[in-house]
């Protein structure tokens, strides 16, 4: 009999280490607080989908730096993996699939969502800002004061904002010195910024995706395109585009953002490793990286690629510029009737901020 109790006593023991190694596993596999990083074997990875293909200088001096950084912060535990455009979906479906969940962490042109963003948009106001650095830290600026710009970005977290190069005039067969030179050609731009003002610079504007710019210039499609040196250089553009007219005419707006429901499920230590390497110092390396990568492309382009690239003289920029201003008013118009009463007072405050960086 005792024997037999034994036994049993013996079974029973079995059976709760048994169920003990069993919950200890589901805690290893799941997690548990900051475990799940320093816990586990393998990385924590966040799929980040770039609106830039590898090569392009942004990633170089800008995204690579940033998930180095990520990655030593981290001991190697937390993993960002870069994913180039159109490798998961469509650049107009990043914002949703970003919010849903589908990727980690996603940037893309605002313009690519027509209506989307009306006053982040705003910033691509012509002639408004003189570099990438000033015009993004602007937009951060701005973002982070009214509250018109944070519901444009609603149930995501928004990582950084940016604003791109100053973009110029590339053609594939005609040199543009002139406005008049500008008339009947087909030009490729994405936000309606940019094709109202190909508009009013007397060409016709083509709704163009810009990793398909090259192939709708090489194929006809288009005469050429607006695009700063740098990201023309990094789609491959000047295989296609032989002439620029350097005329500094505008930026265009980027977003990086992340689901909100997926930022506060992050383990803790990831949380305040992204805290601590992305926002203002992401939008400033941004800005930073991409003008620094416009004076290095606007070289190589001419030494290498055999560019010809034509500066607007000072009489003739004139002429543009008056070309160009009146669809300011048409934006705050349009801005305006949409409901943004303080559209003027927001573009005005852009303004002073663009001249204060600008002297930084």
């Known amino acids: 009999m005792r024997t037999q109790n034994r036994e049993v ?23 548990f607080g900051n475990k799940l990083v320093y816990g586990a074997e393998k990385p924590y990875e966040l799929k980040f989908y770039s609106p830039y293909y590898e090569q392009h200088l942004m990633v170089k001096y800008a995204y690579k730096p940033w998930m180095s950084k990520v ?22 479906e990043v914002f949703d699939a970003t919010k849903s969940g589908l990727i980690d962490i996603g940037g893309s042109l605002c313009g690519e969502l027509r209506g989307k963003f009306p006053m982040t948009e705003l910033m691509e106001m012509p002639l408004l800002f003189t570099s990438a650095t000033a015009g993004s830290l602007t937009l951060w600026k701005l973002y982070n004061k009214y ?22 005039v590339l053609t594939s067969k005609k040199q543009v010195k002139t406005l008049d030179d500008m008339k009947g050609l087909k030009i490729a731009a994405q936000s309606k910024a940019l094709l109202d ?12 995706s810009p990793p398909e710019v090259y192939m709708a210039m090489d194929r006809g499609v288009v005469d050429g395109c607006l695009m700063p040196f740098v990201g023309a250089k990094g789609i491959k553009v000047f295989e296609a585009a032989k002439y620029a007219a350097k005329a500094d005419i505008m930026s265009i707006s ?19 490793i992204l805290d601590d390497t992305l926002f203002e110092g992401m939008v400033r390396a941004s800005g930073e990286a991409l003008d620094r990568g416009d004076a290095e492309c606007k070289a190589e382009v001419q030494k290498t690629d055999g560019v010809t690239v034509y500066e607007l003289p000072a009489q003739e920029r004139e002429r543009w510029i008056k070309a160009i ?19 003027r007072e927001i573009v005005n405050e852009a303004m002073k901020l663009s001249e204060q960086y600008k002297k930084k």
């Open 147 to 168: 509250p018109e710009f944070q519901k444009e970005y609603q149930d995501t977290k928004v990582m950084w904002l940016w604003l791109s190069a100053i973009q110029q």
């Open 71 to 92: 990655a030593e912060m981290s001991g190697g535990k937390v993993k960002i993996v870069f994913y180039p455009p159109n490798s998961i979906v469509k650049m107009p």
């Open 197 to 208: 003002t190909i508009k009013a610079l007397g060409a016709l504007p083509v709704q163009v």
């Open 254 to 272: 980027f977003f990086c953002v992340m689901s909100e429901q997926k930022y506060k499920e992050l383990p803790p230590d990831v949380k305040k």
């Open 325 to 343: 201003m009146p669809v300011r008013e048409i934006m705050l118009k349009d801005a305006e009737a949409k409901g943004y009463k303080n559209a």
């Open 9 to 31: 006593d013996e079974m029973r023991r079995l059976f709760v280490f048994s169920v003990c190694c069993l919950v200890m596993s589901s805690f290893l596999v799941c997690g």
